[in-house]
């Protein structure tokens, strides 16, 4: 089958579409979707690229409007453990493991976090319902480093981002789904940063700014003098 057949790279058809990021190759990309939304699972076979799928090319190509429209399609058309298994799949060849990318946290859903994809992300979350927990390790911790999303935001010094990710701005209706400040790095292969919050993350990387921005959100004034 032509659409099993690995390159050099190990990559599929489909990916080699959606990494040409020509509008043309984007274009067929999205007609190949809506005809076969399994396709969205494809995954780089055995090698540097292994685990990436075709949501960790779009969100990386900056592709957030064909992103989002090829998830409502298999949303909308795969079974919802189909579609969960294609939130969580993790991208960890060898090329996931140097900086920067080591903090980018190999799921869907921390890549769409780290290239600011707010759309997407509120797609995803309004589908998964309280079956998407962005503070559970065992839904999103990286394989590699342990991070959850929020600790691929502060490790990559994105603190607009984490600001969002803990107020959800601009969906009321996704409270419950904010991340947390006291949810800690997970196991990973790399056990560096495991157990830390995030500003325990950003003390340990020596982000003087991150670390105010973090204590200014969790901090709580119980008694002020003054006006």
């Known amino acids: 089958r032509y659409h099993e057949h690995e390159d050099v790279t190990a990559a599929k058809p489909i990916h080699a579409l959606l990494i040409a990021n020509t509008p043309s190759a984007i274009a067929l990309s999205s007609h190949v979707i809506r005809q076969v939304p399994r396709h969205m699972l494809d995954a780089h076979g055995d090698g540097m690229f292994y685990g990436e799928n075709c949501l960790h090319v779009l969100c990386a190509n900056g ?25 969580r799949m993790q991208a960890v060849g060898s090329f996931f493991r140097s900086p920067p990318v080591d903090f980018y946290g190999s799921t869907p859903v921390s890549y769409a976090c780290m290239f600011g994809m707010k759309e997407l992300l509120g797609k995803m979350l309004k589908w998964g319902g309280t079956e998407i927990d962005l503070n559970d390790p065992k839904q999103f911790g990286c394989h590699t480093s342990g991070f959850l999303p929020i600790h691929c935001l502060v490790a990559s010094k994105l603190p607009r981002m984490v600001d969002w990710l803990l107020t959800l701005r601009g969906h009321p209706d996704l409270l419950a789904s904010r991340a947390r400040l006291n949810v800690r790095v997970a196991e990973g292969a790399n056990m560096r940063f495991h157990e830390l919050t995030p500003l325990q993350l950003a003390t340990k990387l020596g982000d003087h700014a991150m670390f105010r921005f973090l204590l200014k959100k969790s901090a709580k004034a119980d008694w002020r003098w003054g006006p």
């Open 63 to 87: 592709r957030e409007a064909e992103a989002c429209a090829m998830f409502d399609v298999v949303a909308d058309q795969l079974p919802r453990q189909e579609v969960h298994r294609l939130l």
